[in-house]
């Protein structure tokens, strides 16, 4: 496992291992932990398991992937660090704290889930829904005050979806419903009220987790929404956990992988680390050439056949 | 043959054979009748036919010869198997039950429609079914009486005021909900005014009205009389209760002058040769002073 | 508009209209009485006609009226909310089933039992209603996942298949009179003959609206699905048992009064819902309102329109409110 850098700037080059950059805010926070820490979770539904000793790290402004074929047990991970199931052994934490401890609304301020697709069963606008992500902000009978739309109106336009507001969300296409539901986890992890009401958007504090996020997507979406994630990760210092099994999602978003197999993880560390054509035989059990490209900026992954009995098999048969 | 004279002999032959069968079994009288009507049981005990009943509904509960005779279910589940079963020659059926009108006709079996209908129709239909059974002279002579005791009451009460009365068939238990009552048409109806009583809904035009508490307190009736066939659902101890539910309706005079009565016996309800029964129990709640 | 102003202006507005169907209502009926005569202090109560039609007939059925109709306008919406489904109505889980098989076995085997104002078909259409959402709840349980909607909605659709099923059985053991009035009370009836049936409903209704204030929020962010709610921090298990519990007794509660009035659960709140948004909370409470003024409103149609015969205010419901929906839904795509 390997700790966390900060980004040096914004241009697309390589980035150096194990270099550790000064934290730029909140010195009082104890930087040895990670900002969430799963250590050896184990969990099954029935007679099954599911995860099996799984260990990972999410550092401060960390971007980190979980890459792992259907049925890896992504999605129960997820839904494990954050706090909606229990680990049956093991321990999950949030900066320090046992997450199965701490109380719902607290969770809720600290971690957002976007998942796959959204639906909402009745026609609420945009606005509403970003709204929803205030819940655990506001008492139980509290209205959403002007700072609440502030927030939401600050979240919608990071995700470039201020245009959005008073459509209705079951009217929009795929990707933008997922930049507004991103927009509504952003709100949702926005602290600047508890903080004394800044004016500005206050994500540090926030851990953000998407579940396979453009798997539903067609491929001008997926970019656009891997660009939006790098880019709130760079600029607006959002913390990103990304469960996914798109390689080259992985590739060119992730800075670090945690590869998950059968519930186990099979390696973790940085993406160019991690990300060989080794593990990805030993993941998928498809052979495939891992190099960086120099337009696209960050490593690619091609497929080239499926690895099955004793030799390799292309979809078009032998080259 | 021309096309023509061919479809008229076929219609012909059609409608010959249509009628045959019913012409036929009518020329005897039928000697194993089931009866799913249960005022046209007794009708059938009353002229004297007793003997040719073969089985009953699963509703009949008088004469008291019913009670050793085989069921074959009512109004709504009519048993055909069963009623075919017993080798009827001649079956007793409600006129609406016309599923099985035409399945016994299919089966070559006779029917007997019966409607209900106001009080001259029971007489009819005395008259009606002691022919068909072959038992004419009885059923005169026992629709006659009848209509000798009728006139009997009518005089017993002519020159007295009909009061206003409202006849009630059923209601919610302890509640005045679901009042269902009899409207200016039907045999209650006319059995209400042979008794010397006055319809408070003798202007609708139906057997069964729905009595809202609206309705009760603008039509104001005199008496308030609650037929009921049997004791069954009330005991006799609820009477009082059950009376006394009424009381919610301050304003109408039959409750102000205690004059809300529940007639409990089953000749008031069956249209059938105990009408006359039925028209003496209600003429004496009507006018009590006519039989001291 | 900030939300607490639309919230307030949306429930001013139908509150004025349930008010004003609740007391224009009671003035209207198939008898012409004397509003005069009615108020006139010096007639003796027991004596006056007019008074006894005006606060004995009519305005209890007319109190009657706004309760049922925002009592199952108020279910219908969290019942949607709960089962994430427009098509929901308060009927569709099994309570009114219950509460007619109990109905049923009261009239037709004519029950005596009676308490605390309660007369004998109220109170076992109530214990029916009871019987049927035990059932549904107890099948719906799993055991580390809390409620599950898919199951309860099998379970409810089960409930109400068997209960019909048994309704038929029962009848056949009823006589002529006892047959038509079961099928009456199946189309509702809201003539309640004084305020007694009320009171005894009342304190049911009261708890199920002060559970349903606490719904609205939940129900908004319950519609995203249960694994994204619970992300947001709502209490998921706990807000699916409020939702169920509290619906269920306002349906039972206005099912033992009036018997299944059918529609106003389905149509009121998708017309609210066209009309003010999706945010439960301005949809909950409009319903409430919509309701009460749409049922009383229907109630006068059923008693006037045939007069002296009255129609099923089940029967004005749908025939009133059908089309009309249809209507809004063409206008406004």
């Known amino acids: 496992m390997s700790e966390t850098t900060e980004e040096s700037g914004a241009s697309p080059c390589p980035r150096t291992l194990g270099v550790r950059a000064p934290r730029p805010r909140s010195p009082w926070r104890d930087v040895s932990h990670g900002l969430l820490e799963a250590a050896d979770v184990r969990f099954g539904y029935g007679g099954t398991r599911v995860l099996d000793g799984v260990s990972l790290r999410v550092g401060r402004q960390g971007l980190l992937g979980v890459l792992g074929p259907n049925g890896s047990g992504k999605t129960t991970l997820l839904r494990l660090l954050a706090g909606s199931l229990r680990p049956q052994s093991g321990s999950i934490r949030l900066d320090g704290r046992e997450v199965a401890g701490l109380p719902r609304a607290t969770l809720a301020r600290r971690m957002a889930i976007v998942p796959q697709e959204t639906h909402l069963a009745f ?26 739309l502030a927030i939401a109106r600050d979240a919608l336009a990071a995700t470039r979806t201020a245009e959005l507001e008073a459509r209705a969300f079951n009217t929009l296409s795929g990707g933008e419903k997922q930049r507004v539901v991103i927009a509504s986890a952003l709100a949702q992890l926005d602290r600047r009220a508890e903080r004394g009401g800044g004016a500005d958007a206050d994500w540090s504090d926030g851990l953000l987790l998407l579940d396979e996020p453009t798997a539903s997507l067609d491929i001008g979406y997926q970019l656009d929404i891997a660009a939006l994630l790098r880019q709130l990760w760079r600029d607006r210092h959002v913390t990103i956990l990304v469960s996914t099994h798109d390689l080259n999602l992985a590739a060119g978003l992730c800075r670090d992988l945690v590869l998950l197999k059968d519930g186990r993880v099979l390696a973790a560390g940085s993406t160019e680390a991690v990300l060989t054509t080794e593990h990805i035989r030993a993941l998928y059990g498809v052979e495939a050439e891992v190099r960086p490209h120099a337009a696209a900026g960050h490593l690619t992954v091609v497929p080239i056949g499926r690895v099955a009995g004793g030799g390799l098999s292309h979809p078009r048969g032998s080259p | 043959m021309t096309r023509a004279a061919t479809a008229a002999a076929l219609t012909a032959a059609a409608l010959v054979l249509g009628l045959a069968p019913r012409a036929a079994v009518s020329a005897q009288a039928p000697s194993r009748v089931i009866s799913i009507v249960p005022a046209v049981t007794e009708m059938l005990f009353a002229v004297g036919a007793g003997a040719q009943v073969a089985a009953v509904s699963s509703f009949d509960t008088s004469p008291p010869e019913v009670a050793s005779l085989p069921r074959v279910g009512g109004l709504l589940d009519p048993d055909l198997e069963r009623i075919l079963g017993l080798r009827p020659d001649l079956v007793v059926v409600y006129a609406t039950q016309t599923d099985l009108i035409h399945q016994l006709a299919r089966a070559g079996v006779a029917t007997f429609e019966y409607e209900h209908a106001g009080l001259p129709a029971v007489l009819a239909t005395i008259r009606r079914i002691g022919a068909r059974v072959g038992h004419d002279a009885e059923a005169e002579r026992v629709a006659a009486s009848l209509e000798a005791r009728l006139a009997a009451v009518r005089r017993r009460v002519a020159g007295r005021r009909p009061p206003r009365t409202l006849v009630v068939f059923g209601r919610d238990r302890l509640a005045l909900r679901n009042i269902f009552a009899s409207g200016g048409v039907g045999f209650v109806h006319d059995m209400l005014e042979a008794a010397g009583g006055a319809n408070v809904f003798e202007d609708v035009d139906r057997q069964n009205v729905q009595a809202t508490a609206e309705l009760v307190l603008a039509r104001a009736p005199e008496v308030i009389l609650e037929l009921r066939g049997e004791f069954g659902s009330i005991g006799r101890g609820d009477i009082d209760r059950e009376r006394r539910v009424w009381n919610a309706l301050l304003s109408v005079p039959a409750v102000r002058a205690g004059r809300v009565y529940i007639l409990v016996d089953s000749s008031v309800v069956v249209p059938g040769p105990r009408v006359a029964d039925g028209v003496e129990k209600i003429a004496r709640v009507l006018h009590p002073e006519a039989f001291d | 508009m900030t939300i607490r102003a639309r919230l307030v202006r949306t429930i001013a507005a139908f509150g004025a209209a349930a008010m004003a169907a609740i007391l224009l209502a009671p003035l209207v009926g198939s008898t012409s009485i004397s509003l005069v005569k009615a108020f006139d202090a010096s007639i003796p109560f027991p004596d006056n006609v007019d008074a006894q039609i005006l606060f004995v007939a009519r305005l209890p059925r007319t109190l009657a009226a706004a309760l049922v109709g925002s009592a199952l306008a108020t279910a219908g919406v969290v019942f949607q909310g709960l089962l994430r489904n427009p098509l929901a109505t308060p009927f569709t889980l099994g309570v009114s089933a219950g509460a007619s098989l109990g109905a049923m076995l009261a009239i037709t085997f004519g029950w005596s039992l009676s308490f605390l104002g309660l007369t004998p078909v109220p109170i076992a259409s109530l214990a029916g209603s009871l019987g049927a959402v035990a059932i ?16 309860l909605l099998l379970a409810g ?17 009823a006589d002529f009179a006892e047959g038509y009035r079961t099928i009456r009370w199946l189309m509702g009836d809201l003539d309640v003959s004084g305020y007694t049936p009320l009171v005894a409903a009342l304190p049911l209704l009261v708890v199920a609206f002060v559970s349903f204030a606490w719904l609205p929020r939940q129900l908004n962010v319950l519609s995203l699905g249960p694994e994204s709610a619970e992300a947001r921090g709502v209490d998921v298990d706990r807000a699916q048992r409020l939702a169920f519990f509290s619906a269920s007794l306002a349906t039972g509660a206005a099912v033992s009064v009036s018997g299944p009035i059918g529609f106003i659960g389905i149509v009121v709140p998708h017309l609210v819902r066209l009309l003010v948004g999706a945010d439960h909370r301005v949809v909950l409470p409009a319903s409430a309102c919509f309701g009460a003024a749409f049922l009383v409103a229907c109630d006068v149609i059923a008693r006037t329109v045939l007069a002296p015969v009255e129609l099923p205010v089940g029967v004005v419901t749908a025939v009133t409110g059908g089309p009309f929906f249809l209507w809004l839904l063409v206008t406004r795509r």
């Open chain 1, 123 to 148: 026609d609420y606008s945009v606005m509403e829904m970003v709204l929803m992500g205030r819940y655990p902000h506001l008492g139980p009978f509290e209205l959403e005050g002007p700072r609440d």
């Open chain 3, 136 to 151: 549904v709840y107890w099948l719906a349980q799993a055991r580390h996942r809390g409620l599950s909607t898919n199951v």
């Open chain 3, 157 to 173: 659709v089960t409930m109400n298949a068997f209960f019909s099923a048994l309704i038929l059985f029962v009848q056949y053991f």
